[in-house]
């Protein structure tokens, strides 16, 4: 089955800095390629999303890039700000139906700092 | 988007107890839903896949006897932890996709259970 690695565990960032998550799957098959935002006791949101298809994709401060020949994907937020302080999951899935199935990375906590 | 429910939020049992919680999709039916169980600080792990009108298909290692799972209509799903220990105490997430081709997952906002 997938497997999807996430680095780093933990990020501490300044409030305005860059971060960056990295991910990695192992299924060649999987086409779909969510992030998700997890608060303290809350239900993961998704927070941008990329299929294997496309190599880039850009939402205000957050983007999301693949690279499918090394199975790769890694997520980009600027300008943090302190409400950016989380949990982020990566996660990958062979898009066939509503049956198929999300595995999701190990997740990194990330702190943006004042 | 699509909103999915789930009941309830958290909940407090004695150990040899059962539980049961509820997943719902409002706006959708749901032929496939999905459980995790996320302990703290640890990552979504899913326990088992719920399928409308026939078993449930179990991840490796999650003990289908204990875990048990219904899906008898296109829009609730249950899971029932029996015979609870202190050790099931997790964070329980169910999710579900509506059926029109999105690709997005909608989660419950979770049950927590805790186990005394």
């Known amino acids: 089955g997938e497997n999807v690695e996430q680095h780093p565990s933990t990020l501490s960032v300044q409030e305005g800095d860059s971060a960056v998550i990295k991910c990695t799957y192992s299924?060649?098959?999987?086409?779909?390629f969510p992030w998700y935002k997890q608060e303290l006791g809350k239900r993961p949101q998704l927070i941008i999303d990329?299929?294997?298809?496309?190599g880039e994709k850009k939402d205000q401060r957050i983007a999301v890039t693949l690279n499918k020949t090394a199975k790769h994907f890694s997520l980009h937020i600027t300008e943090t700000q302190p409400e950016d302080s989380a949990v982020y999951f990566c996660?990958?899935?062979?898009?066939?139906?509503?049956?198929?199935?999300?595995?999701f990375g190990t997740g990194t906590r990330l702190q943006v700092t004042l | 988007g699509a909103v999915v429910s789930q009941h309830p939020s958290w909940v407090i049992c004695k150990s040899g107890t059962s539980v049961k919680i509820e997943c719902r999709s409002l706006d959708f039916q749901a032929t496939t839903m999905f459980w995790y169980r996320q302990f703290p600080k640890q990552s979504l792990m899913l326990m088992a896949t719920?399928?409308?009108?026939?078993?449930?298909?179990?991840e490796q290692g999650v003990e289908k006897d204990k875990f048990l799972i219904n899906h008898a209509s296109l829009t609730l799903s249950t899971l029932t932890v029996t015979s609870a220990h202190p050790e099931d105490s997790s964070f329980y997430i169910c999710?579900?996709?509506?059926?029109?081709?999105?690709?997005?997952?909608?989660f419950g906002q979770g049950t927590r259970l805790t186990v005394v």
């Open positions: 990329i299929r294997s298809n496309v």
């Open positions: 719920s399928n409308e009108g026939s078993k449930a298909t179990y």
């Open positions: 996660a990958a899935r062979l898009n066939t139906g509503t049956a198929s199935k999300l595995t």
């Open positions: 299924d060649s098959a999987s086409n779909y």
């Open positions: 999710s579900a996709r509506p059926p029109t081709g999105i690709a997005e997952a909608f």
